[in-house]
C-alpha cells in the first residue's frame, strides 16, 4: 500500500516569486510518481511524472520536481510563478505492477498575488 | 480535451435516486479508473476495469457500482443517493501500464439535495 503527504495544504505566494510544494511518500514496494494540476472547475491535468533515471524531471509550465529516495519526497518547483499558476496541486504515486492505481495526497492550493 | 469524455457534466438529484455516470476512455486505452473528489476525503480510488473486467476496488460503497462495456466505455452506477454523496466524479484512462500515464476526463459534478 501506498500514502502521500503533501506537508502544505495551501501556499501563497506573490507574482514572480518562486514556489516550492513538498510532497513526501510511503510505499513498500518502488513507486512511480506524479505531480497533478487542477485548476478551478477543470478535470486533473499531468504536470510532470518521475519513472526511472534522472532524479529531476521538467514538465509543463516552467515546473519541476525532484524524488529523493533516501527522504522519499518528490518536491515540486517553480521558479517564478504567474498569476495563472493560482490552482491547486495534487502529489501521487503508483507501484510499478501494471494497473496500478494512483494514490494522491490531500492537495495543495497556490494562490498567486499580483 | 484530453480525450477521455465524461457525461454528464454536472447532474442534481434527490436523495434516495439512482445516477449513472459515463465515461469513455481515450482512444486506445483499455483502462479506466473511478475517482471520487469530495471536500473531506480528497481524491479517493473507487473501482478500476481492464478490457472489461475488474481489477481493483478500492474506498467504493456497496450502493455504487460500475462496469466496463465492451467498446471499453464505462459506467458508474450511485443508487440510494445521500447528501455525503455529492461530489466531482472524475474517469481516468490508461493503456494499462502505470508508466503510460493516467488521462483524466473533466469530472461530473453530483449535487445531491
Known amino acids: 500500500a501506498q500514502s502521500v503527504t503533501q506537508l502544505d495544504s495551501q501556499v501563497p505566494v506573490f507574482e514572480e516569486a518562486p514556489v516550492e510544494l513538498r510532497c513526501n511518500y510511503s510505499?513498500?514496494?518502488?513507486?512511480?510518481l506524479f505531480w497533478y494540476v487542477q485548476y478551478p472547475n477543470q478535470g486533473l491535468q499531468l504536470l510532470l511524472k518521475?519513472?526511472?533515471?534522472?532524479?529531476l524531471v521538467k514538465g509543463i509550465n516552467g515546473f519541476e520536481a525532484e524524488f529523493n529516495k533516501s527522504q522519499t519526497s518528490f518536491h515540486l518547483r517553480k521558479p517564478s510563478v504567474h498569476i495563472s499558476d493560482t490552482a491547486e496541486y495534487f502529489c501521487?504515486?503508483?507501484?510499478?505492477?501494471?494497473?496500478?492505481?494512483?494514490?494522491f495526497g490531500g492537495g495543495t492550493r497556490v494562490l498567486v498575488k499580483p | 480535451d484530453s480525450g477521455v469524455t465524461q457525461t454528464p457534466k454536472h447532474l442534481i438529484t434527490a436523495t434516495g435516486q439512482r445516477v449513472t455516470l459515463r465515461c469513455s476512455p481515450r482512444?486506445?486505452?483499455?483502462?479506466v479508473y473511478w475517482y471520487q473528489q469530495s471536500l473531506d476525503q480528497g481524491l479517493q480510488f473507487l473501482i478500476q476495469?481492464?478490457?472489461?473486467?475488474?481489477?481493483a476496488k478500492g474506498n467504493i460503497l456497496e450502493r455504487f457500482s460500475a462496469q466496463q462495456f465492451p467498446d471499453l466505455h464505462s459506467e458508474l452506477n450511485l443508487s440510494s443517493l445521500e447528501l455525503g454523496d455529492s461530489a466531482l466524479y472524475f474517469c481516468?484512462?490508461?493503456?494499462?501500464?502505470?508508466?503510460?500515464?493516467?488521462?483524466f476526463g473533466s469530472g461530473t459534478r453530483l449535487t445531491v439535495v
Open positions: 510505499s513498500s514496494v518502488s513507486v512511480y
Open positions: 501521487a504515486v503508483a507501484g510499478r505492477a501494471a494497473g496500478n492505481k494512483l494514490t
Open positions: 482512444s486506445g486505452d483499455l483502462s
Open positions: 518521475y519513472l526511472s533515471g534522472s532524479t
Open positions: 476495469y481492464y478490457n472489461g473486467e475488474e481489477r
Open positions: 481516468a484512462s490508461t493503456q494499462g501500464t502505470v508508466s503510460s500515464g493516467y488521462t
